[in-house]
C-alpha cells in the first residue's frame, strides 16, 4: 500500500515537473518574435511523423489517449514524447539568444542605414546653402564696390553741376548784367533805382570797371534827387505865389501840372454836386481866360454864387475838355482848389 502511495506521489511529481516546463518553454516561444521563430523552424530539421495509432488500437502504456486528457500519472518523459508528438520541439536558450541577437543587429543595421542616409542629404543640402552663401557674399562685395564707384561718379557729377550752375549765375547776374540794369533804371528817371541797383553791384564786384561806372551814375542819381528836393522846398516857401499865368497853363499845360498856381476873377457858373462843387471862372473878369475849377463844399462858410468875385489857390491839374450847349468840344485849365477868398 506504502509502494503504491509513492509511486502515485511520483507521477504527481513527474506531471506537475513535466507541466512547469512545456509552460516555461512556450513562455519562450511566444517571446520570439514570429520572424525569429520562422527561422528558428526552418533552421531545425523537419520533426518526426506524427504516428496516429489505427481505430480500435489502443495506444501504448504510458502515452495518453487522443480521444481523452492525458494521463496524470504520466512522468517526464511521458511529456516530451507528448510534445513531440504534437509537433513542437523544445528550443535551446542559446539559440534563441542568437536569433534576437541577430534581429537586434539587423534592425541597428537598418536604423544606421537611415541614419547615414540621411545624414548623406543633409550634408548635399548643407553644401548647397554653403555654395548660395558664398554665392551672397561675393555679389554684396561686388555690389559694394560698384555702389562706391557709382557714389564717387555721381559726387564728381555733382561737383560739375554746381560749377556749370556758378557759371550761369555770373553770366545772368555778374557785374555786366547789373550795370545794364543799372543804366536802365538811369534812363528811367527812376534815381532811386539807380542808387539800389548800383549798391548791390558794388556790394559782389567793388573795385571792378562796372562797379566804378554804376557809382559814377549813382552819384549823379543823388544829385537828382538833392536838386529835386531843393526845388520842392523852394516851391513849398513860396506857397502859391508861384507867378504861373493863364497862358502858360493854356499853351504848355504838362510842364505846370501839379505846381501851386493863384488867380483872381468872376464866376460865371456853378455847378453844385453831392459834397463837391464845380465852378467857372473868368481870370480877371476876362472871358476869353476861363478855367475850371472844383472844390469841396467844406472849405468855405458860404456858397459860391454867379458874379461873385474870388481869389483862388489850388494846384494844376493839366487842361480839362467837356461839351459846349451847342456840342462842341472845349478845352480848358483845370486847378484843383484848396482855398478860397470871398
Do not use: C
Not at 543804366?183 to 532811386?192: C, H, L, M, P, Q
Amino acid at each position: 500500500m506504502e509502494n503504491k502511495d509513492e509511486m502515485n506521489l511520483q507521477n504527481q511529481e513527474g506531471a506537475a515537473t513535466a507541466e512547469d516546463v512545456i509552460a516555461e518553454e512556450e513562455a519562450v516561444v511566444e517571446e520570439v518574435p514570429l520572424a525569429e521563430e520562422e527561422a528558428a523552424v526552418e533552421e531545425a530539421p523537419p520533426a518526426e511523423e506524427e504516428t496516429v495509432p489505427p481505430e480500435n488500437v489502443a495506444p501504448p502504456e504510458g502515452v495518453p489517449n487522443p480521444e481523452g486528457p492525458p494521463d496524470v500519472g504520466m512522468g517526464y518523459a511521458a511529456a516530451e514524447e507528448l510534445k513531440a508528438a504534437s509537433g513542437k520541439k523544445p528550443m535551446d536558450k542559446r539559440k534563441i539568444l542568437e536569433i534576437v541577437g541577430g534581429a537586434v543587429i539587423v534592425v541597428l543595421l537598418i536604423t544606421v542605414g537611415v541614419t547615414m542616409s540621411q545624414k548623406g542629404k543633409l550634408q548635399k543640402e548643407f553644401d548647397k546653402l554653403s555654395k548660395e552663401h558664398v554665392k551672397l557674399q561675393t555679389d554684396y562685395t561686388d555690389a559694394r564696390q560698384l555702389n562706391k564707384s557709382q557714389q564717387g561718379k555721381i559726387d564728381t557729377l555733382t561737383s560739375q553741376k554746381k560749377t556749370l550752375e556758378d557759371e550761369n549765375e555770373e553770366l545772368k547776374n555778374g557785374a555786366a548784367k547789373q550795370l545794364v540794369d543799372v543804366k536802365n533804371a538811369y534812363e528811367k528817371g527812376d534815381w532811386k533805382k539807380v542808387i539800389e541797383l548800383a549798391g548791390a553791384l558794388h556790394e559782389k564786384y567793388n573795385g571792378k570797371e562796372e562797379d566804378k561806372e554804376a557809382q559814377a551814375l549813382a552819384a549823379e542819381s543823388q544829385k537828382k534827387i538833392d536838386e529835386a528836393k531843393a526845388a520842392k522846398e523852394a516851391e513849398e516857401a513860396k506857397g502859391y505865389e508861384t507867378g504861373i499865368t493863364y497862358d502858360q497853363l493854356s499853351r504848355t499845360p504838362d510842364d505846370f501840372k501839379r505846381k501851386k498856381v493863384k488867380f483872381y476873377g468872376k464866376v460865371v457858373q456853378v455847378i453844385e454836386g453831392s459834397g463837391t462843387v464845380q465852378i467857372r471862372l473868368a481870370v480877371d473878369d476876362d472871358y476869353d481866360r476861363i478855367l475850371l475849377g472844383n472844390y469841396s463844399s467844406s472849405i468855405v462858410s458860404t456858397r459860391i454864387l454867379e458874379d461873385d468875385h474870388i481869389t483862388i489857390y489850388g494846384t494844376s491839374e493839366g487842361t480839362i475838355s467837356y461839351q459846349s450847349t451847342l456840342g462842341a468840344t472845349i478845352t480848358i485849365p483845370g486847378v484843383r482848389i484848396d482855398k478860397i477868398d470871398q
